[in-house]
């Protein structure tokens, strides 16, 4: 086939609608069976992923051929997060509103980069900075990076805390390395998430180096316990343990942390939310007292994968570790988003932000927050009524599951996994077998929570668990 014939058959595609048509008749099949559809896919269905594993194509395939194949083998592959009956991670579902903006945006397909490649995200990724700021409650001009989650927001706040710490002790490290640099502490929780560890290790500020700080019985960092504090020192707080979704104590690591001039940063991947709901609020006071904070939109806000957003009190500290200068680059006056962010090119995630956020207004992302603990509550309940046990205190929408033995809790764990009603990953937790269960989709509904609650018990049963008697 000649290059210009393959172009005329592009156009031909778009001509039309037939291929867009086509991807929409698809993804609506897919929405309207959503709901009743295995949760985790079937063993066949795995297994016919395998139809993709060819040698590169040496010649083009129609644009209906490969929706054809995304739909027949990639459809009945995919997890069922957006249902309501995945409890999977901490995984969010997806807004209507927020997917149907995105799919207008992905025709625009903007660079996200600079104001000049895109002004309508970036007037957009402005709007979102300020509302989040607003939503959470944070210090004002707060500046925000759209960025594909909290690993990468992570990143870029301690990136932005080191430098600032260093700048502030007389050394540019971003001209000069770490090499012959002052030391830096780093002060975390013990139960700090993994993406901590891992943007320490990228920054030069090693994993193992971290002054660990013990945690309770919920995962909590000790207060007592954090170390005495100067002004060499990085403090990462969180707010929601990945397990059981406790909160640390805010207001009393970030008073020492402003005391003794250190940088606090807050993971608040899916927990920072709950700023944004009257009744949950209390569980992070202090959040306000940090220099920088991670979280997610595509978790307990509901917008699609992927979006993660670094928030920075101080502006300049965050471009000051992320911007790029080259020649081709004049600096804009406007806002520029690549300069808060690692990447340059970017996917333009703060369109479908917008749209989240636009489409739930203060009072809907209240209520979603309210009603994803509400459920993960209920959950609780109902299964520590039916002979489970509940191990951590649900605070928030995580709740940590057990049967009578470890042994019981791994079987019924396994059933449950199989039999596709729900889904939930396991978990140790402080040394114990658990069931983890992350209410984090919009769309579960009480009748979810019932049937999971059933399926908990079928599996128990299946797996020769029993109940304490209730
Ligand atoms: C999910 C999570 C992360 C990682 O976020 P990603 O969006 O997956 O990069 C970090 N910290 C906590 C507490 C989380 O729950």
Known sequence: MSISSLQDDMF?????????DRARSHACEYVDEIRGRRVFPADEAIL????????????????ERILSLLHAQGSPATVASTGGRYFGFVNGGVLPAALAARWLADAWDQNAAL??????????????????????GLPAGTAAGFVTGSAGATLCGLAAGRNELLKRLGWDVDADGLFGAPRLRVVAGEQAHATVGKA??????????????????????????????????????????????????????????????????????FGLWAAASSSKRHLTLGAELADSWSVDAHKTLNAPYDCGVILCRQRSALVAAMQTSASYI???????????????SRRARGIELWAALKSLGRSGVQDLVDRLCGHAELLAGSLARRGFRILNDVVFNQVLVACDTPAATEATLARLQGAGECWCGGTTWNGQSAIRVSVCSWATTGDDVERSVKAFVAARDSAGGGGRPV
């Open 115 to 136: 104001h000049l490649t895109s002004p309508v995200a970036s007037e957009l990724e402005a709007v979102c900075e300020g509302w989040m700021v607003d939503l959470l």
């Open 48 to 63: 016919g992923l395998q139809a993709f594993h060819e040698p590169m194509p040496e010649n083009p395939t129609t644009g």
């Open 200 to 269: 320490l290790g990228v920054l030069g500020l090693g994993k193992a180096r971290v002054e660990r700080v013990p945690s309770d019985g919920q995962g909590r960092m000790m207060t007592g316990q954090v170390p005495a504090l100067d002004q060499s020192c990085l403090v990462v707080a969180q707010a929601g343990n990945v397990n059981s979704g406790a909160f640390d104590d805010l207001v009393g690591i970030g008073e020492r942390a402003r005391r003794a001039g250190a940088w606090m940063h807050v993971d608040g991947a």
């Open 330 to 344: 004049l600096g804009s006056g406007k806002r520029d988003g690549m300069h808060l962010t690692v990447d340059m």
């Open 12 to 20: 031909a595609e778009l001509r039309g609608h037939r291929l867009l």
